[in-house]
């Protein structure tokens, strides 16, 4: 009688499945651990996702090293990757073409101003502090101040009951256009900085190529986009057995994401033109016959991906970086960067009898958005050098921490100083 042909590697054999098993046992773990310990002491549970993933990959200073290859491991990488695609999807999906279009002009101003001048700021501290990086990292120091979280903000005013006041229709309609002009500027810096690592020089025409592809892609896929997702979900509705609603969706955000980095873009830019697309009157053919929500059917893939990416960007976090002073002023530069960027955006609160300084605090938070561009900054390299090194991810981690912190308490006293102030 022969012997049964194992099914899987013994757990010791260094095969990767007993690995990636271990991996996403522990990170699980600790994210939802430290999620839920953050939504003890009313912060967002991301912030207790991303201290987790710092704890873990710094557990070396200890003794312990078993986590530290988990750092670069490619599938726990492309995991995370896929999880921070779902993000945006998700994020996307809260607005519709609709919402932008009525944000208005006072929205699109405080947008605008908040994305170009937390840029600006940010480049500045690099040329300042940085003096020997590259130009391009000083832009994508930038970039990474540029989009704002808005979920933080968003519960807050919910928890205050202040959701439905001029000041979080503005906060949250500038929020949606200041995601998409961050989302460009990444584009815009992503094919540059490809374009000169292909030896290929950088001047007005290739930047105006990248930000008019950056442009037809997103106009492009959301006027056809519109035009072919309720043809596409009519199709799909014919179809029989479980899943077809979550399956199609998910197959029209990867179809775009992939078509996004095809054509030089993050695959973010694609999944959030996605979300943005995809409205309920798409697929209410399948709600008519009883099935959920799509944000509730894809709301458990994200609880498994979303953390993973958090707590991978924790873990690549360097304490060590932090005992170097150099490292910590940087970190506090972009963190009055952070703050003072957004509160310029507050200027084009005009009209009525807006709170703008409830306007300019609600858009501090950075949360997963600077994280998304930091990460993404990981893994671009210029003649071999790295556009945003280990230390200076951390020091970008440390502000995100900052911003996300701080926004909870100084919005609740904000608006409650303001309705003390009208009674």
Known sequence: MTAALPLAPAADSGAPVPVILAALTIMLAAA?????LATRARQPAVLGELIAGVVLGNLGLLGWTAFEGWKANPTLDVLAQIGVVILLFEVGLESTV???????????????????????????????????????????LGATLTATSVGITARVLQDLGKSKTAEARVILGAAVVDDVLGLVI????????????GGNPVDYGTVGVIVGK?????????????????????????LSGRGVLLGTALVFCFALSYLASRIGLAAIVGAYAA???????????????????????????????????????????DLTSFARPEILGLAALLTVAAIVGKQACALGAIGGRLDRLSIGIGMIPRGEVGLIFANLGLGLTLQGTAIIDRDTYSAI???????????????????????ISER
């Open 275 to 317: 979300g943005l697309i995809l409205e309920d009157v798409h697929y209410k053919s399948f709600t008519e016959r009883g099935e959920r929500q799509l944000g509730d059917l894809l709301h458990p893939i994200a609880a498994f991906l979303v953390p993973l990416f958090f707590v991978l960007m924790g873990m690549r976090v």
């Open 397 to 419: 981690v440390i502000m995100v921490i900052v911003t996300t912190l701080v926004t909870p308490p100084a919005l609740r006293w904000s608006l409650e100083r303001r309705a």
């Open 214 to 238: 950056a442009a037809l892609f997103l106009i492009g896929s959301i006027v056809l986009g519109l035009y072919l997702s309720p043809r596409l979900f009519g199709l799909a509705s014919r």
């Open 32 to 36: 939802k651990l430290g999620g839920d």
């Open 98 to 140: 609709h919402d932008m279009l009525k944000v208005g002009m006072t929205a699109t101003l405080v947008a605008v101003l908040g994305v170009l001048a937390p840029f600006l700021l940010g480049w500045m501290v690099g040329a300042l502090l940085l003096p020997g990086a590259s130009p391009y990292t000083h832009a994508f």
């Open 186 to 197: 990444l584009a815009v810096l992503s094919g540059v900085i490809g374009s000169t690592a």
